[in-house]
Nanobody
Framework: QLYLVESGGGLVQPGGSLRLSCTAS????????IGWFRQAPGKEREGVSC????????DSIDSVKGRFTITVDNAKNTMYLQMNNLKPEDSAVYYC?????????????????????WGQGTQVTVSS
């Protein structure tokens, strides 16, 4: 099985930056799509940013476009979410995910992938 472990969360002031890391073990990430998700108290988990399974495309929700960047380092088998200009509404538990059981092809946005493997979550709090 693929296992994901996250790190990098914390408390940051509005306008600040944070980089989340997600290290995978068991299988190389390069064979899968990857995504970052978040869940705020009382809200549904939402996909935030992702990379397609072939690495050829990325997508993100409108609220983070231009502020968040997803990357992957295949040599380290680690994915990252660089979060800039953070806003209080970005506060949530952030999870990395992989659609481990499904291979995707075509033009489907990676935000629509069926993710089934998750990290443990890391808390991001944006507050002054």
């Amino acid at each position: 099985q693929l296992y994901l472990v996250e790190s990098g969360g914390g408390l940051v002031q509005p306008g600040g930056s944070l980089r989340l890391s997600c290290t995978a073990s068991g299988y190389p990430l390069e064979h899968y799509g990857i995504g970052w998700f978040r869940q705020a108290p009382g809200k549904e988990r939402e996909g935030v940013s992702c990379i397609s399974n072939d690495g050829g495309s990325t997508d993100s929700i409108d609220s983070v476009k231009g502020r968040f960047t997803i990357t992957v380092d295949n040599a380290k088998n680690t994915m990252y979410l660089q979060m800039n200009n953070l806003k209080p509404e970005d506060s949530a538990v952030y999870y990395c995910g992989v659609p481990f059981s499904t291979y995707y092809s075509g033009t489907l946005s990676c935000l629509r992938y069926k993710y089934d493997t998750w990290g443990q979550g890391t808390q991001v709090t944006v507050s002054s």
